[in-house]
């Protein structure tokens, strides 16, 4: 029996239904400067069991066409990331439970430009110059 193809790469999508995206990092080296790239190829595998989540290292195998994109299954997660869980200090959630009301406008919702604004309005006349259309001064 001959042996399937074997890669091993990264999860970046698992939205779909029972599919992720696993992204194949390569090295190859440019025919003309000689210089070493990386690419990298995304393809659609088949995850049965819903256990991949992104970020997640897999080892995809060559199966028959399963829909019109995916002709990979996933066979093992070799690595699960490091998820860190944020943890919140009490003395900061009470500091940003007191700083958040004082952020918040006032005024029945209006911003601080707003305000600002309508204080200009009402200090009385400026010099201010409005130009015509096409940037001229109006003629009086």
């Given at each position: 029996m001959k042996k399937r193809k074997e890669l091993m790469g990264e999860v970046i999508s698992n939205?779909?239904?029972?599919?992720?995206?696993?992204?194949?990092?390569?090295?190859?080296?440019?025919?003309?400067?000689?210089?070493?790239?990386?690419?990298?190829?995304?393809?659609?595998?088949?995850?049965?069991?819903?256990?991949?989540q992104v970020g997640?290292?897999?080892?995809?195998?060559?199966?028959?066409?399963?829909?019109?994109?995916?002709?990979w299954k996933v066979v093992e997660v070799l690595a699960?990331?490091?998820?860190?869980?944020?943890?919140?200090?009490?003395?900061?959630?009470?500091g940003l439970a007191q700083?958040?009301?004082q952020a918040l406008p006032?005024?029945?919702g209006r911003g601080a430009s707003e305000d600002s604004a309508s204080e200009r309005n009402r200090s009385g006349p400026t010099s201010e110059v409005r130009?015509?259309?096409?940037?001229h001064l109006p003629a009086d």
């Open positions: 939205k779909m239904e029972k599919t992720v995206v696993v992204e194949i990092q390569r090295t190859v080296h440019h025919p003309v400067y000689g210089k070493v790239i990386r690419q990298q190829t995304r393809f659609k595998a088949h995850d049965e069991k819903k256990e991949c997640d290292k897999v080892r995809l195998v060559a199966c028959r066409p399963l829909s019109k994109e995916k002709h699960h990331p490091q998820r860190v869980e944020p943890v919140l200090d009490e003395s900061l959630a009470s700083a958040v009301p006032e005024h029945g130009l015509g259309r096409g940037g």
